[in-house]
């Protein structure tokens, strides 16, 4: 596509849907410099070194938030935003932020970045890959002498892995019992904040409020295998699916598995399996990407010999709408109730506490990034995470978009989670333009 043509398609996406609302555009320069393009092999090599970090003799990552490999792969992270010019710092809660100047400073500035901890036997794109293209981001304009309008701030989170501990400690806050909890390393959140630079007595300093940044922008692999199935090389994510969770309760009566005849049973187990394919039926019956499962079962006593009194069941339902989430949620109560006076027990639900609330990604950044991505010459598709990310609070405080690229085999949170180069320097270009769109409007 010509420039010319670029410039009109990108100026009317930003026109069409006002992003942030804000500002008139500039006309010509809206979008950017398309001839700008990340480095595939130093963005591959950079993986690759990070990955050496907590690796163990069999190839496995275990870059856990707060250990020691954890804290080496961090400092190693900030020598390189130091080389870059970034100036990078820690905030209260353990979050590398590093700063780069832009020609306005009564500008807000445009933020990104993802985390790079890992769960154990982890991977080395989870997080790892948006950390590093948005250096590479920096690197690129530093090579070519460009500077936006806005500032820019490159945010890697701490703690991602282990409940999005940085990001939502600088957007919705985190509670004394919060920061008491034990976190996978073995400290408590509030010690690890301290191995790795914060200061938890101080966090409420790290809060940053809704106006401080101009916009979120991460890019992150898909962590499933939809792009890879149908072939697309960017996924434009429209938001970060709510997480509700059940604990059921079936309850029938514990009888001798010997003397009490088939008709006579109260068996809690078997209307458990009844409800387990009803809650697969009721997931299925409506269209959408709404996802259902039953992770957990419980069955009490647990005996050759005895019938199953007590089954304890998990139930999660998660979805891009709450309303669905709940809907979805009534339909399986409706099954459950049917199924309970069937099999003569009682099916109770205990709702969880502290659900996921969806996280929305802006409207106009989506189209911002479906467009930029189209003129590269990518395929795209509107997809929502059904992972969480730091972006879902992020989106407390401004308007945040994800960029996904696919995950071979739709592995993540694995030793073999991997993404092809090609499809990282895609993603990363697509960052980078989007940056340079936006910092236009
Ligand atoms: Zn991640």
């Given at each position: 596509?010509?420039?010319?043509?670029?410039?009109?398609q990108s100026?009317?996406?930003?026109?069409?849907?006002?992003?942030?609302?804000?500002?008139?555009?500039?006309?010509?320069?809206?979008?950017?410099?398309?001839?700008?393009k990340?480095?595939?092999?130093?963005?591959?090599?950079?993986?690759?070194?990070?990955?050496?970090?907590?690796?163990?003799?069999?190839?496995?990552?275990?870059?856990?938030?707060?250990?020691?490999?954890?804290?080496?792969?961090?400092?190693?992270?900030?020598?390189?935003?130091?080389?870059?010019?970034?100036?990078?710092?820690?905030d209260?809660?353990?979050?590398?932020?590093?700063?780069?100047?832009?020609?306005?400073?009564?500008?807000?500035?445009?933020?990104?970045?993802?985390?790079?901890?890992?769960?154990?036997?982890?991977?080395?794109?989870?997080?790892?890959?948006?950390?590093?293209?948005?250096?590479?981001?920096?690197?690129?304009?530093?090579?070519?002498?460009?500077?936006?309008d806005?500032?820019?701030?490159?945010?890697?989170?701490?703690n991602?892995?282990?409940?999005?501990?940085?990001?939502?400690?600088?957007?919705?806050?985190?509670?004394?019992?919060?920061?008491?909890?034990?976190?996978q390393?073995?400290?408590?959140?509030?010690?690890?904040?301290?191995?790795?630079?914060?200061?938890?007595?101080?966090?409420?300093?790290?809060?940053?409020?809704?106006?401080?940044?101009?916009?979120?922008?991460?890019?992150?692999?898909?962590?499933?295998?939809?792009?890879?199935?149908?072939?697309?090389?960017?996924?434009v994510?429209?938001?970060?699916?709510?997480?509700?969770?059940?604990?059921?309760?079936?309850?029938?009566?514990?009888?001798h598995?010997?003397?009490?005849?088939?008709?006579?049973?109260?068996?809690?187990l078997?209307?458990?399996?009844?409800?387990?394919?009803?809650?697969?039926?009721?997931?299925?019956?409506?269209?959408?990407?709404?996802?259902?499962?039953?992770?957990?079962?419980?069955?009490?006593?647990?005996?050759?010999?005895?019938?199953?009194?007590?089954?304890?069941?998990?139930?999660?339902?998660?979805?891009?709408?709450?309303?669905?989430?709940?809907?979805?949620?009534?339909?399986?109560?409706?099954?459950?109730?049917?199924?309970?006076?069937?099999?003569?027990?009682?099916?109770?639900?205990?709702?969880?506490?502290?659900?996921?609330?969806?996280?929305?990604?802006?409207?106009?950044?989506?189209?911002?990034?479906?467009?930029?991505?189209?003129?590269?010459?990518?395929?795209?598709?509107?997809?929502?995470?059904?992972?969480?990310?730091d972006?879902q609070?992020?989106?407390?405080?401004?308007?945040?978009?994800?960029?996904?690229?696919p995950?071979?085999?739709?592995?993540?949170?694995?030793?073999?989670e991997?993404?092809t180069?090609?499809?990282?320097?895609?993603?990363?270009?697509?960052?980078?333009?989007?940056?340079?769109?936006?910092?236009?409007?």
């Amino acid at each position: 596509m010509k420039r010319r043509t670029f410039i009109k398609q990108s100026s009317l996406t930003a026109l069409s849907l006002g992003f942030l609302g804000a500002t008139q555009l500039s006309g010509k320069s809206i979008a950017g410099d398309k001839t700008l393009k990340v480095n595939s092999q130093r963005i591959e090599n950079r993986i690759m070194e990070l990955a050496q970090f907590g690796r163990d003799d069999k190839g496995r990552g275990y870059r856990v938030a707060y250990t020691k490999v954890d804290i080496e792969g961090r400092a190693w992270f900030m020598d390189l935003m130091k080389k870059v010019g970034l100036d990078p710092t820690i905030d209260a809660a353990g979050n590398i932020i590093g700063k780069r100047k832009g020609k306005n400073a009564s500008l807000k500035p445009i933020a990104f970045g993802s985390h790079i901890d890992m769960v154990p036997d982890g991977g080395n794109y989870d997080g790892t890959l948006g950390s590093i293209c948005a250096l590479e981001v920096i690197e690129i304009l530093n090579e070519n002498n460009v500077t936006t309008d806005h500032p820019l701030e490159v945010i890697i989170f701490g703690n991602e892995e282990g409940g999005t501990i940085g990001s939502k400690a600088i957007t919705s806050g985190l509670t004394k019992e919060g920061l008491q909890q034990k976190s996978q390393s073995g400290l408590t959140m509030a010690d690890g904040i301290k191995a790795i630079g914060g200061n938890p007595d101080n966090i409420i300093n790290s809060i940053k409020k809704r106006g401080d940044i101009k916009a979120f922008l991460e890019l992150h692999i898909e962590q499933g295998g939809i792009l890879e199935k149908e072939n697309i090389q960017i996924g434009v994510v429209e938001g970060i699916v709510g997480i509700v969770h059940w604990e059921v309760t079936v309850e029938g009566f514990a009888n001798h598995a010997g003397s009490t005849p088939m008709n006579m049973r109260q068996d809690a187990l078997l209307a458990a399996s009844q409800f387990i394919i009803a809650v697969n039926e009721v997931i299925n019956s409506i269209k959408g990407s709404q996802v259902g499962t039953i992770g957990k079962i419980a069955v009490q006593p647990g005996a050759y010999n005895v019938i199953p009194g007590k089954v304890l069941l998990g139930l999660e339902i998660r979805d891009l709408s709450s309303d669905k989430i709940e809907m979805l949620y009534s339909e399986i109560e409706k099954r459950a109730a049917t199924i309970a006076v069937a099999s003569k027990t009682t099916i109770s639900f205990e709702r969880q506490a502290n659900p996921s609330k969806p996280a929305l990604t802006d409207k106009s950044l989506q189209q911002v990034i479906n467009a930029t991505a189209k003129t590269l010459g990518f395929t795209t598709k509107f997809m929502q995470s059904g992972a969480g990310h730091d972006s879902q609070h992020m989106a407390v405080i401004a308007p945040v978009a994800m960029i996904f690229i696919p995950s071979v085999g739709g592995i993540s949170h694995s030793s073999k989670e991997f993404s092809t180069a090609a499809d990282m320097a895609n993603g990363g270009n697509v960052l980078l333009q989007t940056i340079l769109s936006i910092d236009k409007v």
